[in-house]
């Protein structure tokens, strides 16, 4: 079962959120700067972690993210 977190990204002034995808103990995925909101990371790792998610389906789980569930 694959295991997701927050990870965070700062360049100078900025903080950005992602996630970091974990099987086995290893990194499989990284994904940074998907968001400057801790809170929507938040819940979207949550919610991963709630579900059996196959990393075949995870690009989409992101995309969907940015494109359709992001607020601005």
């Not at 990194?27 to 972690?49: F, M």
């Amino acid at each position: 079962m694959l295991l997701f977190r927050i990870n965070t990204y700062s360049n100078n002034a900025n903080i950005s959120y992602g996630i970091d995808v974990i099987d086995k103990e290893r990194t499989v995925r990284q994904y940074a700067n998907l968001s400057d909101n801790a809170e929507e990371i938040k819940k979207l790792v949550i919610l991963c972690n709630s579900l059996d998610i196959e990393e075949c389906h995870i690009d989409d789980i992101v995309e969907d993210f940015l494109t359709d569930f992001k607020t601005y």
